[in-house]
């Protein structure tokens, strides 16, 4: 089950530098969180996870192997994408592939990175990108509407049923709003299969100067207001400094981020932000081979959560043991849990919840 987060931004604000470090820092973590290059602009990165260590020493394990998660460093946008102009056709198809947005914005003066509206306005810009997209989507709908509305009145009950769920997103691109401020209640999953650029979740990484990195400045804290009003998340970062830390040794980066008034690196809380945004949450698999973290989206129940791991444990699923992480912690392993009667026994309607370990009962 893949998860991917694609990056943009107008040129010059820093996307693929936030990007190169991400993966820089992967390959330098190769021998503890495996990471791998799939195209030159795709790389899959390991989601940090405390717990993980955890486990894996109660249980001895010989091996620990992170979830991760997958960027797509995606072209450069520009005013007028959505007619075609710069990359916008490029832009666009890719971006409707990924599952969520992270939107660089430059919140940074440096004279010598010119900035293509020739100022920096975080709010402009992001302005910018969310107008192509929304007129993208605008097209997108307007041209499916009257075909399904025509469909209805020969009565067909699902084309009836498509035009009713388009109608009130396509009001709000007409009012300027982006499609996932206007989805109705329960119908997250329907209107994800309409494939729009604007119902994809979004989360501001405002890239700032050195000296702003632990605090922000007054153009982050413009962009965090507009989020909180949004709904959606913000994360500041110097990418500039993540590019440097993603070339120190492991032992030296913490001291190095210590020193800039950092508790720990912005990318690290990107990617937590990414998996958050995606509504993802990890349960575990542990032994003495291996500790494991899956990914899988809130809400899922047992069986499908097995089918992560192998097809044949969904398809035959009996059981779930499972133990709730911090049971687990506080038995000092299975056994402990066990003896504590923390050790449950889940069927199929079970809710998987994030840290639970999980041991599954199969039969094919």
Not at 203 to 218: H, I, M, P, Q, T
Not at 301 to 327: L, M
């Amino acid at each position: 089950m893949g998860f991917n987060c694609g990056i943009v931004g107008l040129p010059n604000v820093g996307k693929s530098t936030l990007f190169n470090a991400l993966t820089a820092t992967a390959q330098a973590q190769a021998a503890n969180y495996p990471f791998c290059t799939i195209e030159p602009n795709i790389g899959r990165v390991a989601v940090p996870d405390a717990r993980l260590a955890v486990l894996a020493g109660i249980a001895k394990s010989a091996r620990v192997v992170p979830t991760s998660l997958e960027f797509v460093d995606i072209a450069g946008l520009v005013r007028g994408a959505a007619k075609g102009e710069g990359l916008g056709n490029q832009f666009l198809a890719n971006i409707r592939e990924v599952d969520a947005i992270i939107h660089v914005l430059r919140c940074f003066e440096d004279d010598d990175i010119v900035h293509v509206e020739g100022s920096i306005d975080p709010l402009r810009d992001a302005e910018t990108v969310e107008t192509e997209l929304m007129l993208a989507d605008l097209e997108s709908l307007e041209k499916r509407l009257p075909n399904l509305q025509k469909k209805g009145r020969g009565g067909d009950r699902e084309a009836q049923a498509q035009a009713a769920l388009i109608a009130p997103l396509l009001e709000a691109l007409q009012a300027g709003r982006p499609v996932r401020q206007a989805i109705p209640a329960g119908e997250h999953e329907a209107v994800r299969r309409l494939d729009l650029l604007t119902a994809k979740p979004v989360l501001y990484v405002c890239n700032v100067a050195e000296a702003d990195a632990a605090r922000g400045n007054e153009a982050s804290a413009r962009v965090a207001a507009r989020a909180r009003a949004e709904g959606a998340a913000v994360v500041i970062v110097s990418a500039a400094i993540e590019a440097e830390v993603a070339q120190l040794p492991e032992s030296e980066r913490g001291e190095f981020l210590a020193g800039l008034g950092l508790a720990e690196s912005g990318l690290e809380r990107v990617i937590r932000a990414g998996y958050d945004l995606l509504a993802l949450i990890t349960y575990f698999t542990v032994g003495p081979k291996e500790t494991r973290a899956w990914t899988i989206t809130r809400g899922t129940r047992a069986p499908q959560a097995a089918g992560v791991i192998h097809g044949d444990f969904e398809r035959g699923f009996i059981a779930a043991e499972t133990i709730a992480y911090e049971d687990y912690v506080a038995g000092r392993g299975e056994a402990g849990a066990r003896e504590a009667g923390k050790l449950r026994i889940e069927g199929r309607d079970y809710v998987v919840e994030d840290g639970d370990v999980l041991l599954f009962r199969f039969n094919v």
